[in-house]
């Protein structure tokens, strides 16, 4: 089935909502955080590892997976759930970041990008009906539609371009993709101009898409300059319709972007983090190969539940990333997703009980201090 | 409290027995295969998993764990159990063999054997009461005399010589071993030489050590002599002592040293395998990076009820692996440690029942085909 969503109950005080998204594949309660599975699998993670983390929802990569293993192998199987063991929601981005973040040599036209794999220097061709064929194959839940995104800063006449051929892309995915069980969101550009943004919103709102994101964002700005994006980009979005804020997952800038009616969160900064030992805590980012934690048998967090501050301390933390040991990267992603979780747990239950700013000062004031 | 060992059934065919080793932390059941958690972890395996997997005692390395991350913090936690969260036994061998495998420079005295460090190049020395001191901080189950291990093929005087000196730090470990919680095995030298292992196996044995491991094979000796040396080592140790051939786990070489009398096994063969993406089914080994498993859609093991294959595909562990995720070592890991689980379980059921040797030539005639 196509997805369904409910905003359960709207903040009073900011544009913050409570929604509920109905998938084929279950109920995500929003706002949500999504962990990214970039090659198929979240990075040291095993599917009922997610279960156990209480993750409903992840992203995986069709970049990554249209060069390897190819979209063909994974649709001969039944597509990406079943290739990959996993029985939650997917949703996947279109490639376009990924093309030209990583492939080398893009040429991009209005037909679509030319580009090298980043693997092996192979040449390839993505259009956006490209786009539309492999992430109908991967049969992910949400299907992103094919963008260009810029990078910052960029001058006007280049985001201008690249915000116009995003609208003209989103309307020929929207044309060829016709998949009743794969719902495609739309993805505002625009860069940091408010003009841009705003009329990017108003076009590809007419195109009438069940979700839309942001894209472009977190991508070198100051902070406080996506912010200031959000606040105008979003009431341009329907009420009605889910809102992604693509490549976002500082816990301060989700807090911020719920503040300011985002639904949907992705980013791959709790699981990299967590593989190069840095691991919230819920005072801040805490860097576990410090050598004043050599003797710290201490948890990583006393006030967090996860299996890995039950049951591991500093010392040993410290000892398995000085070691290399394979175990350092799942008791750290384990810690970092367990965190996430439970940011978003809690940031809903706010939600719920009339105190949210009061729940996002709070933890601001801690984990920034 | 110290060890102790119960013979239950001796198989009326071959040497086999079937035993249960009482300690501190669980009774395991014997013969048994212990995992090698080298740096206070067993590769890509949290300590939930081997619960989940049966493994109720793993060996762990004190030469590393004295490089790093240092026998006194283990001690300053209280041991090696709680240092990294393991509720099973714990056997730690004395560093003997990693020294003259891993360390530079070494020098070996009657004192001792100085060396340097594998890791930082640092001047290291430790002699038989310092080996002792490593493995009471450590806190294990089972503590292993400090030998020296020669290599294959090695002159008779050197290996007399090793073997005498084995004898003689032997001595020196069992004075200053005064530790009622842990149990201290003797370990028999001699190379491939009858009169030598029968010698030093009697001379061990005047010692009285709880329990007896041989040591000095599985180290480029062929498969046939090593059996022939446990053919006439392994009548030389007590009936009523658990028997422990070091650094053995070929699936194949553990069936034979069960048959002559072995109780105890361990290797890194299943966990270095599985990283390497060599892994062990029924009908042998598999390499899952051969590229005609690309689109093959059926478990590693149709038989293996182990977690990874009641989830995932061939194509999706190639898949991992030639994308080098972490979650390919997991997976990998996961299925061969169960292999050998499942091994040992069926290899004393059949002792039980009174057809080991039926069992070992079908295991062998599929496994080895």
């Excluded at 040599?105 to 090298?116: Q, S, Y």
């Excluded at 020929?172 to 993805?187: A, D, M, T």
């Excluded at 912010?227 to 329907?238: A, G, R």
């Excluded at 591991?312 to 933390?317: G, I, K, P, V």
Aim: glycine share 8%; net charge neutral.
């Amino acid at each position: 089935m196509a997805i369904k969503f409910e905003v359960i109950k709207e903040c009073g005080k900011t544009k913050a909502r409570l929604g509920k998204l109905f998938t084929s594949h279950g109920v995500i309660e929003t706002p949500v955080f999504m962990p990214v599975g970039t090659q198929a699998t979240v990075k040291a993670m095993t599917s009922r590892e997610l279960d156990d983390l209480g993750i409903h929802i992840i992203l995986s990569n069709s970049y990554h997976l249209y060069l390897r293993p190819g979209h063909n192998l994974i649709a001969q199987v039944g597509g990406l759930h079943k290739f990959m063991g996993w029985k939650g929601a997917i949703l996947t981005d279109s490639g376009g970041f990924q093309i030209f973040s990583l492939g080398k040599l893009n040429k991009i036209r209005d037909e679509g990008v030319f580009f090298n794999s980043h693997i092996d220097g192979s040449k390839h061709f993505i259009s956006p009906e490209k786009a539309m064929e492999i992430q109908i194959a991967l049969g992910s839940d949400i299907a992103m539609v094919f963008d260009e995104c810029t990078s910052y800063p960029a001058g006007k006449y280049q985001i201008e371009t690249a915000a116009q051929r995003t609208i003209q892309w989103a309307k020929r995915c929207k044309e060829v993709h016709h998949e009743p069980n794969q719902s495609l969101f739309g993805i505002v550009q625009g860069g940091a101009f408010k003009d841009l943004r705003i009329e990017n919103a108003n076009k590809l709102v007419e195109l009438d898409f069940p979700g839309y994101a942001i894209g472009g964002l977190s991508v070198g700005e100051p902070k406080s300059l996506m912010y200031e994006i959000l606040d105008y980009t979003v009431p341009c979005l329907p009420n009605n319709k889910p809102r992604y804020l693509m490549g976002v997952g500082a816990p301060q800038s989700i807090l911020e972007g719920v503040v300011r009616g985002v639904d949907m969160f992705d980013c791959v900064l709790p699981t990299r983090n967590a593989r190069n030992g840095s691991l919230f805590i819920s005072s801040g980012k805490l860097s576990i190969l410090n050598a004043k934690y050599k003797d710290d048998f201490t948890p990583l967090d006393n006030e967090c539940q996860c299996y890995t501050c039950q049951n591991f301390t500093r010392a040993y933390l410290r000892h398995l990333y000085m070691s290399k040991e394979i175990l350092a990267s799942i008791l750290g992603t384990i810690h970092n997703l367990y965190f996430m979780s439970t940011l978003m747990k809690n940031t809903r239950l706010a939600l719920l009980e009339d105190r949210l700013l009061e729940f996002k000062e709070e933890f601001l004031a801690k984990f920034l201090s």
